[in-house]
């Protein structure tokens, strides 16, 4: 990969610690944060109210510098998902309350 491809952390980690392990950690730490969502979503039995979060920021971490995530593009993806999220979840605490 082209140093002017990496940006903010990435960037950092591949220089402190060289291009293959910083790479290798940058994966791990992208990866880390898509798991703790899902982790969010199983240990508490509920399903995601950002169903969209885990696309997002995996696009975020795999290329957080394109034209297709600026920041009003990866806010109008994250409020979309959030009220899906939040109108689904409130349709079935209104039908569970009768």
Excluded at 2 to 7: C, L, M, P, S, V
């Amino acid at each position: 990969m082209a140093e002017e491809e990496r940006y903010g952390l990435h960037q950092r980690l591949a220089v402190r610690f060289g291009e293959r392990v910083g790479e290798a950690l940058y994966t791990f730490v992208a990866a880390l944060a898509i798991a703790v969502s899902g982790f969010a979503a199983f240990f508490t039995g509920q399903p995601l109210i950002f169903p969209s979060l885990g696309p997002t920021a995996y696009l975020f971490f795999e290329s957080p510098m394109s034209q297709m995530l600026q920041a009003l593009a990866g806010t109008v993806v994250v409020v979309t998902g959030a009220s899906s999220g939040i109108g689904r979840a409130t349709a079935r605490f209104r039908r569970a309350r009768g």
